[in-house]
T-cell receptor, first 114, second 111 residues
Framework: EAQVTQNPRYLITVTGKKLTVTCSQN?????MSWYRQDPGLGLRQIYY???????DKGDVPEGYKVSRKEKRNFPLILESPSPNQTSLYFC?????????????FGSGTQLSVL | GENVEQHPSTLSVQEGDSAVIKCTYS??????FPWYKQELGKGPQLIID?????GEKKDQRIAVTLNKTAKHFSLHITETQPEDSAVYFC??????????FGKGTRLSVIA
């Protein structure tokens, strides 16, 4: 089954403790992206990757890192989480046809930073 | 850059009635307008999209209309059912930049 898999689904951590949210897709998509969803703010893009070893900042990249060493994986790294990073995070992927192609989203990771 | 405004933020309708969600965009170069549906506990899923060379597109009970002159597009859901209850996001793109999403509309269909 074609899917984007994120782990974990829920994560509670404390300020300053490094964490990684994993994302994997099995559709051989070149493009992958991370979004955060906050009440009243909708979906905002954090980082995206057009292909292996190519990453770019989205609208809200501060406090986040990403890497794209393999085509299928695109982990999101919070080196020193802060309470304002408490949010619902989504990973997404699409084929290489451009922004006008269907995005496939993972099921989300609810992160709470205390 | 592109800015997408979405209204209303919440919408309640009786089962069987129609629901309309409206979005406006700022960049006249935008040419792709998808709608995503997010059910509780899940990621958003594409339900319909429209490109700038088309004024209207239908898929069973859902339809999207586009007015390029006024820079707005709308999602229409007819004969609403409880399973239509979800958060709906509109988005816009001009083809060379990532999608920009609206803030979402929470639709509740009351049985």
């Amino acid at each position: 089954e074609a899917q984007v898999t994120q782990n974990p689904r829920y994560l509670i951590t404390v300020t300053g403790k490094k964490l990684t949210v994993t994302c994997s897709q099995n559709m051989n998509h070149e493009y992958m992206s991370w979004y955060r969803q906050d009440p009243g703010l909708g979906l905002r893009q954090i980082y995206y990757s057009m292909n292996v070893e190519v990453t770019d900042k989205g609208d809200v990249p501060e406090g986040y890192k990403v890497s794209r060493k393999e085509k299928r994986n695109f982990p999101l790294i919070l080196e020193s989480p802060s309470p304002n990073q408490t949010s619902l995070y989504f990973c997404a992927s699409r084929d290489s046809g451009g922004p006008n192609e269907k995005l496939f989203f993972g099921s989300g990771t609810q992160l709470s930073v205390l | 850059g592109e800015n997408v405004e979405q209204h209303p933020s919440t919408l309640s309708v009786q089962e069987g009635d129609s629901a309309v969600i409206k979005c406006t965009y700022s960049d006249s170069a935008s040419n792709y307008f998808p709608w995503y549906k997010q059910e509780l506990g899940k990621g958003p899923q594409l339900i319909i999209d429209i490109r700038s060379n088309v004024g209207e597109k239908k898929d069973q009970r859902i339809a999207v209309t586009l007015n390029k002159t006024a820079k707005h597009f709308s999602l229409h859901i007819t004969e609403t059912q409880p399973e239509d209850s979800a958060v709906y996001f509109c988005a816009a793109s001009e083809g060379n930049t990532p999608l920009v999403f609206g803030k979402g509309t929470r639709l509740s269909v009351i049985a």
